[in-house]
């Protein structure tokens, strides 16, 4: 998911204006955020091992096919939308509701109203367009009607959920906030993220040290109900810390050979283990190179660009005939 150093600022002078994000810089932007939230929660062993190695499961490059779109004014982009975007992934909670935060949908704005033709989801005002499968690499679809889904505010109207912004629920058909902890979840009302309904009252959920049962899991994104204790411990051990069959290691990490907690950087080429080794060519990334599962540090190489099982293509695909990255139809 890409390869421009990201510009998430989480600290400024008071007053002085966020820098917006740069549309080329937006997909190492959210990479980036992802992996400081990640790392923050105990569920990954460091910043930097992070964002070199999930490059590939959280950092898509933009499609040609979308920044022809912005480029012909069919989608708008907004590079402040995008900052308060990254700012929110990387606050978010350890324990939050799948999903992006609300200001990620206003990053793309779509211009075609509902009933008009489409190509991609992000040209339409809906957000939404239904495309038929017909065979061919681009294909005309239908924008959705109505407003730009995951937008709509408290007190509007809703069918299903979809069409409200994150955070809130459809609720008798209009968007509703979650009932806080203590507050009544009667009537098949929601709790907040954090809170689970027993017996007609949400209920918070325990933390690390508190009290915890078959019934309140724990809150914490690192932690387990201890199977004797009942009390929420940590799951996973992080760098330097003991670590054995019944404490596993935290993801890009291993247990190593002194029992502890350990990053391992491989050189470029080498074998590696997804999501516990890391390379030590900083444009490579552990990644399964074969069909029989077998991975090895591998690179991501442009549009273009010779591509083989150790070089692999950023965007679009490895052509068979040419051996270069393809990056595709452009479809709008």
């Known amino acids: 998911m890409r390869w421009i150093v990201a510009i998430v600022v989480f600290s400024a002078c008071a007053g002085e204006p966020r820098a917006p994000v740069a549309l080329e810089d937006y997909p190492a932007a959210q990479l980036e955020a992802f992996c400081r939230a990640s790392v923050r929660c105990g569920g990954l062993a460091s ?15 933009l499609s040609i096919s979308l920044v022809a779109a912005i480029d012909a ?4 982009f907004d590079g402040v939308a995008a900052r308060d975007c990254v700012d929110a992934m990387a606050a978010r909670g350890c324990f939050e509701e799948p999903g992006d935060p609300y200001a990620c949908t206003q990053v793309f704005i779509g211009t075609v109203a509902g009933g008009g033709a489409c190509e991609l989801y992000a040209e339409c005002v809906s957000g939404m367009c239904s495309v038929p499968d017909c065979g061919q690499s681009c294909c005309a679809g239908t924008c959705f009607y109505g407003p730009q889904w995951f937008t709509a505010q408290i007190g509007d109207t809703c069918t299903d959920g979809l069409e409200c912004r994150d955070g809130l629920y459809c609720y008798n058909y209009k968007c509703a906030e979650p009932v806080a902890a203590g507050g009544s979840c009667a009537d098949f009302k929601r709790c907040e ?18 009290h915890c049962d078959d019934t309140l899991t724990c809150i914490d994104y690192n932690t387990r ?20 069959p019944d404490r596993l290691c935290t993801l890009l990490s291993r247990c190593d ?15 590696c283990k997804v999501f516990e080794d890391s390379c030590s060519d900083p444009d490579a990334y552990c990644q399964v190179v074969d069909m029989e599962g077998n991975a090895a540090c591998a690179r991501h190489v442009p549009d273009g660009a010779s591509c083989d099982e150790l070089h692999r293509c950023a965007r ?6 040419t051996h270069t990255c393809d990056p595709g139809p452009v479809c709008i």
């Open 47 to 61: 910043f930097d091992s992070c964002r070199q190695e999930l490059v590939q499961f959280y950092y898509a490059p």
């Open 73 to 76: 004014g069919v989608v708008k």
């Open 193 to 210: 993220s954090g809170s689970l309904c027993i017996s007609q009252r949400c209920v918070p959920l325990p933390r690390a040290g508190e």
């Open 225 to 244: 109900c201890g199977p004797t204790s009942h009390v929420c411990e940590e799951l996973f051990a992080q760098l330097g810390e003991a670590c054995g």
């Open 257 to 271: 050979e002194t029992s502890h907690c350990s990053i391992r950087k491989l050189p470029f080429g080498s074998s």
């Open 316 to 321: 679009g695909t490895c052509s068979t005939e």
